[in-house]
């Protein structure tokens, strides 16, 4: 029996790690194992619990087969270790937080994985963004747009609005995810 991987995806600042967080004790109860990304960023820095790497280690990391997944964006490498295939393999469900930029990819890769959209209003992602204090507001007004372009783009997949209560967010997740 083969386990199914469930994609997630959305944009920077839309809750992603909050609603994993969230998540993580019904998840596994469920037998879903959450997959810790390897990121080309300070170990310091806010946000998910993933390994941080330097860009020579991620590259030398990438070369050996490390990674079932890997891309590149905002200046930053992702790689998802390639254990999630013996986690497949077994039958455990695995989810992963994924790149909008690397869907086909990995749909390529996945073809009957489970993509779930995690979407934001644009004044809640645009606060979110702002209240970070990563970007210039114009940097934000960009990628508010880029959102608007990419979700209009899609289909094939579950849309799962964070814009409100976390809980109604996590609550929703799990109910995709038991279907």
Do not use: C
């Amino acid at each position: 029996m083969k386990g199914r991987l469930i994609y997630l995806i959305g944009p920077s600042g839309s809750g992603k790690d909050s609603v994993l967080d969230a998540a993580r004790a019904q998840l596994a109860e469920r037998g879903v194992r959450i997959a810790r990304r390897v990121i080309t960023r300070s170990a310091e820095a806010v946000g998910e619990s993933a390994e941080a790497v330097t860009h020579d280690e991620f590259d030398r990391l990438e070369r050996s087969g490390a990674f079932a997944m890997s891309w590149r964006a905002n200046d930053l490498a992702y790689g998802i270790p390639i254990q999630i295939e013996q986690w497949l393999a077994a039958g455990d469900d695995v989810l992963v937080n994924g790149s909008r930029g690397y869907l086909e990819q990995a749909r390529q890769r996945y073809p009957d994985m489970l993509v779930v959209l995690l979407s934001v209003r644009p004044e809640v992602l645009r606060q979110r963004l702002l209240k970070r204090n990563r970007e210039t507001p114009e940097q934000i007004e960009a990628r508010l747009a880029r959102n608007a372009r990419f979700e209009d783009s899609l289909d094939e997949l579950f849309l799962l609005d964070n814009s409100g209560d976390l809980q109604e967010s996590v609550d929703k997740l799990l109910r995709i995810i038991d279907r």
